[in-house]
């Protein structure tokens, strides 16, 4: 917070101007890419199309044989300021991500796989969620859209941690 000056105006009243500064968190949303190319367009542009937040995108490019980098060169083009393209030669989505988070100057980190998508407003929710309750961590249930548009929400785990590791042995 940070005041402002009062002054009195040639009727006797008092207009007062507060001028408020807020702290903008950073996202920063980390997006590993091995061969995307067909989908990760619709990732990236689900990203962009969050409201409300400040975000920056790093997708990392990780040993593709298609043309995933050309791709996400020729997005990176067309949003200069909010998206970064990285390769990352050591394979699998972990070095991908490990690097992108290394990269990212957010606060707080989305991890998005290429051929997922954010729902609208997404990270608004989830930040309001972290303020509100002083968290730092937050999951979310996924949704499941087929091909035809229809939708299905999964189950909660009970346990959210084994619902991170869920497939995992």
């Excluded at 998206?83 to 490990?98: P, T």
Aim: charged fraction near 20%.
């Amino acid at each position: 917070f940070k005041g402002g000056c009062c002054t009195r105006s040639k009727i006797g009243l008092f207009r007062c101007y507060v001028l408020f500064i807020f702290v903008i968190m950073l996202i920063t949303i980390v997006i590993p890419c091995h061969n995307a190319a067909a989908f990760v367009v619709r990732a990236i542009i689900s990203c962009l199309r969050q409201v409300g937040v400040v975000i920056e995108i790093i997708a990392v490019e990780n040993t593709s044989t298609d043309n995933t980098y050309a791709v996400l060169q020729t997005l990176a083009e067309k949003h200069t300021s909010k998206l970064k393209v990285v390769k990352e030669k050591k394979s699998g989505a972990s070095a991908a991500r490990n690097c992108g988070w290394r990269m990212g100057e957010g606060k707080y980190i989305q991890f998005l796989d290429a051929d997922d998508e954010l729902l609208p407003g997404k990270l608004l929710r989830q930040l309001k969620l972290i303020s509100d309750l002083n968290g730092g961590i937050v999951t979310g249930t996924p949704v499941y859209e087929n091909l035809l548009g229809d939708q299905e929400e999964c189950e909660l785990w009970e346990n959210t941690w084994k619902g991170l590791a869920h497939g995992m042995h």
